[in-house]
């Protein structure tokens, strides 16, 4: 099945041939839309990826894309990993993943399991969506603002666990939680010195 990575900069790993470097940008933003908004609707997609164009444009634009994302996407025994007339995608996403891992809410994650956390911070390669032009992924930043308070506090939580008994682990979930909130004082004094950290938590 098809790949997308958003924890980091954005990469599509699918099975179909890769389309012309001029359209693939764009292509994997609306992968990354249909696969992280549940529900999202054609209107919805055209006010995202193409705001700056009229609605009959956006409907042709729309269609066009699809084709294209859909030849790059490739297909299974089961058929195209993006059905024809559809907007649902068949892929693994390492958000879904990293959720999967922590919890399904930001209170739950002190009761995951420390592997499972330091698991979901091995997703994390660096701030979401990394490295895209600064006119994309605006309906995106909500989410990432998630992500990052997320992937901040499974760092917190591990480096708290971790401080005494393993203080590189503490330093490395500390860096990971760093990368997405280097103004966060506490994974400041994780990596600096777990132990004190600890103690004065």
């Not at 919805?44 to 990826?49: F, V, W």
């Not at 790059?72 to 879904?96: C, H, K, Y």
């Not at 739950?108 to 969506?129: D, Y």
């Not at 979930?173 to 994780?190: H, N, R, S, T």
Request: aromatic share 6%; proline share 6%; glycine share 6%.
């Amino acid at each position: 099945m098809p790949r997308l990575r958003v924890l980091g900069s954005v990469q599509l790993e699918a099975f179909g041939p890769l389309p012309d470097s001029s359209h693939r940008a764009r292509l994997a933003e609306l992968a990354v839309l249909m696969a992280l908004v549940p529900g999202v609707t054609p209107a919805a997609i055209d006010e995202a990826i193409w705001p700056d164009r009229t609605r009959e444009d956006n409907q042709v634009t729309r269609h066009t894309a699809l084709s294209r994302l859909r030849r790059w996407m490739g297909s299974d025994e089961a058929g195209p990993f993006l059905a024809r007339n559809s907007l649902q995608l068949r892929i693994v996403t390492d958000w879904e993943a990293f959720l999967a891992l922590v919890g399904a809410g930001p209170a739950r994650t002190g009761e995951r399991s420390t592997a499972e956390l330091v698991a979901a911070l091995h997703l994390v390669r660096g701030v979401p969506f990394a490295g895209v032009h600064p006119r994309r992924y605006a309906w995106a930043d909500r989410l990432r603002v998630e992500m990052c308070l997320r992937i901040a506090a499974a760092g917190r939580e591990v480096a708290h666990r971790a401080a005494v008994a393993d203080r590189d682990l503490a330093m490395w979930a500390a860096a990971i939680g760093l990368q997405v909130m280097p103004g966060d004082e506490q994974l400041a004094v994780f990596q600096l010195s777990p132990r004190l950290a600890r103690l004065t938590a």
